[in-house]
């Protein structure tokens, strides 16, 4: 089992739709969370942070849940150029990032 | 520099040829991490550096992977009598602190290994 789990998709989505992607950690001592985004073919990039009281970031949500290590995004009012790979990742404070395999998210006219 | 800059690019490497490959964080980042990513899967930890000091090499594969940053910027990968299974994306990133983990990284483009 790994140790960081997404749903790998794809979601397929009509513009301005709402949809929600979520992930499970196994590592309890785990401090802290992101979500990371990469297109087709380029490198990961920070998309936001995960905070324990949740955070908004214009469109975007993402909730943590320690008690049942449980993370989740959730993308309003998709646009087409939200069109990729979400990235969840999990961090303990050695510093080292754990990745989940990324959930795709395809969104359409 | 302004980014993470990886080189080469591409590399196609010839069954049980050596390859090195080459990473430049960004100016003053402290912490450099490798990551390995198969294609459909997420970027695997392979090992990490503050400054100079190796602090974990434990997602190295196999002792055919050897990674070096001898005075604390850049880093270079190299990899041993390669197998195809070596092929993948080996991405670099930098953060700027000591990798408390709370830290944005900063990856760079990737090198894609093709190894024939």
């Known amino acids: 089992r790994k140790e960081v789990e997404q749903d790998p998709g794809p979601f397929n989505v009509p513009e301005g739709a709402t949809v929600a992607f979520n992930c499970t950690y196994s590592?309890?001592?785990?401090?802290?969370f992101f979500w990371y985004r990469q297109d087709c073919r380029k490198e990961p990039k920070l998309l936001m942070s995960v905070y324990s009281s949740g955070n908004e970031d214009g469109r975007f949500t993402a909730q943590l849940n320690r008690a049942s290590q449980y993370i989740s995004l959730l993308i309003r009012d998709s646009k087409l150029s939200d069109s990729a790979t979400y990235l969840c990742?999990?961090?303990?404070?050695?510093?080292?990032?754990?990745f989940g395999d990324g959930t795709t998210l395809t969104v359409k006219p | 520099g302004a980014g993470v800059s990886q080189s080469p690019r591409y590399k196609v490497a010839k069954r049980g040829q050596d390859v090195a490959l080459r990473c430049d964080p960004i100016?003053?980042?402290?912490?450099l991490f490798w990551y390995q990513q198969a294609l459909g899967q997420g970027p695997e930890f392979l090992t990490y550096f503050q400054n100079e000091a190796q602090l974990d090499k434990s997602g190295l594969p196999s002792d055919r992977f050897f990674a070096e940053r001898p005075e604390g910027s850049v880093s270079t990968l190299k990899i041993q009598r390669t197998q195809q299974e070596d092929s993948a994306v080996y991405l670099c990133a930098s953060s700027r602190g000591s990798g408390t983990g709370y830290e944005k990284l900063f990856f760079g483009s990737g090198t894609q290994l093709s190894v024939l």
């Open positions: 590592n309890s001592a785990s401090q802290s």
């Open positions: 100016s003053g980042h402290v912490s």
């Open positions: 990742v999990v961090n303990t404070n050695a510093g080292k990032s754990t």
